[in-house]
């Protein structure tokens, strides 16, 4: 065998001048149903290693596999939003490989009929313009379990002495999102790449079905690429890259790949099709373990599960309740709330988006809650390490500190304090309010006493506003504002003053 | 007849992590060839039967998601040659495969 000649990579504008790229993009999405996808574990990420199994996810002679029906529904509605048709039948298959990770030495996943198939997604890009990416089917299948590789230098596969492994992930419910190859895109084909996972992301994490968290692999994309001599129209050897944990790294993973394929392609040598490996540190890809060919999986269909045939009324039930998509929700909100594009985008980018938008549906004006959130309260996550969405103020607290200053029982430095308040842990903005005794005091009588002591104290001043240099009032306003702490309304203060010297 | 080879034996042998003397390839290919030209009389059935694979006239079984108690973990792992810090301990895994 010759080696494959490894040249530095050409830049993608390069490789574009010889050759038309080809994708085609694999999402895995774990759910976030609560329990797997055939028992009743806890589908639960971070707990003590196999403490979540049982003799149907550890693959144990005579147990039987029973169907979640919450993960179906997710199914059907990931397949909906990404303008899918739903199957009338359809079921599932064992297919067959030898692997730790997986104790039943076959996945049971679906193979010929999926449940959805055949639809779309209007990907946005950078530039304004939309890409359809075509979806060829999504399918329902189950996670495997976790290896952990001991001995050897770098704690990875090769050269360990041994594996450890937990099977708590081994269950879960995954669904498979797979495109149909994705061609024209030339020198945009990293960046539609990356707007392809983005977009699909918004769109689960719209639904809910998951947590999308690609740094902790709920979602996870495999890239394949090849390359096609331009002017010809046969798709060349492809390889399939792993390990593409973030959103930068699909990109990068695409670029790199298309050089390499130019590379190998220009020097006169052979792609050979093979899983590679993505390294998030140098952006380059290296062999992985090498697959089975596809016939070697030996599918075949799983006895032990009934087909399933989703009712037109169940489908349509779903189809009526999905939520909008993400980007249509932006160009909405911009409308309503008035943003300019570089407000929308601040917006967006602080993750504050959901958060406006449920402070206002707690009743506070738009320009109030976005005010809060990408101002004070963004520089208090800053100020704490944390994110917006994890600072200790809900919505409906902020909304609430919101109507308090428009209702006039807070000033807008008062309102800082009630919000310090509850990110404190004091409690409710009204219990903060009640418990570091800051509400303005608005009450009249009081307020009049208050301004007729202080014109008391200083009559000199007093008898400079009788004669009406009002300037001097302000002598008497700071003095009432020192007794009331700061709480009283100024501007009611100064009118007080000067009713009660006329 | 249908043409089991001694190397696509000793493929689907690699594939089911099953060691095969010489002998055994032998033996198997025969036999191995003698169930495929058995069970290909069903090629011979019309094209308009539909296939099957369930024979159970069920659809839509479905779990509610609802969690149920998971296996103590020291029973988890009772059965294990081999356990470590609370996971199963299997040989080194690549060494074959490269």
Known sequence: MTAVVESAPYTVEE???????????????????????????????????????????????????????????????????????????SGFARKNYFYPDMPKNFQISQYEDPIVFDGYLDVPLDDGTTWR????????????????????????????????????????????IVTRPIIGAGVRAPEVARAYVTALRDVLRGLGVSDVRMDQGSMRCDANVSLMPKGTS????????????????????????????????????????????????SGTTSPGRPKETFADYRFFPEPDLPPLEP?????????????????????????????????????????????????????????????????YLAQQANTAGVALTELAITPAQVARVVAMVAEGTLTNKLARQVVDGVLAGEGEPDEV??????????????????????????PAVAEKIKAGKTKAAGAIVGAVMKATRGQADAARVQELVLERCR | MSDITRDDVAHLARLARLAVTDDELDT???????????????????????????????????????TEPSLPREAALAGAPSAEEGRFRVPRILGEEL
């Open chain 1, 311 to 375: 009712s037109a009324d169940w489908v349509e039930s779903l189809r009526a309740g999905l939520p909008e998509r993400p980007w249509e929700r932006r160009a909405r909100v911009q409308t309503e709330w008035g943003l300019s594009d570089e407000e929308l985008r601040d917006l967006v980018n602080a993750d504050a988006l959901d958060l406006v938008a449920d402070t206002v549906d707690a009743g506070a004006p738009p320009e109030a809650a976005r005010s809060w959130w990408v101002s």
């Open chain 2, 28 to 66: 198997f290919s025969r036999q191995i060839d003698a169930i495929v030209d058995t069970v290909s009389a069903v090629g011979d059935i019309p094209d308009d039967v539909p296939p099957t694979a369930q024979v159970v006239p069920q659809t839509n079984v479905l779990r509610p998601d609802a």
């Open chain 1, 15 to 89: 490789v574009c001048e010889h050759f038309d790229p080809v994708m085609g993009l694999e999402v895995h999405v774990e759910l976030n149903t609560a329990t797997k996808m055939f028992c009743g574990c806890a589908n639960a990420f971070g707990a003590e290693p196999n403490t979540n199994v049982c003799p149907v996810c550890l693959g144990l002679p005579g147990s039987l596999p029973r169907l979640n029906g919450a993960a179906v529904e997710s199914a059907i509605r990931i397949g909906l939003a990404l303008n899918c048709r739903v199957r009338e039948r």
């Open chain 1, 433 to 458: 309010v009640a418990g570091r005794g800051l509400a303005v005091v608005s009450d009249e009588s009081a307020l009049t006493a208050a301004v007729d002591e202080a014109l008391a104290a200083q």
């Open chain 1, 133 to 176: 990416v075509e979806i060829e089917r999504a399918h329902m299948e189950e996670d495997t379990g976790k290896s952990l590789h001991v001995g050897g230098a770098t704690g990875r596969i090769h050269g360990a002495d041994y594996s450890l492994l937990d099977y708590n992930r081994s269950g879960v419910p995954l669904i498979e």
């Open chain 1, 234 to 281: 046969t798709f060349g050897t492809r390889t399939e890259t792993k390990n593409v944990n973030s959103l930068r790294s699909v990109e990068r993973a695409v670029r790199y790949e298309m050089g390499r394929h130019a590379g190998v392609l220009l020097s006169g040598g052979a792609i050979r099709q093979e899983t590679r490996h993505f390294d998030e540190q």
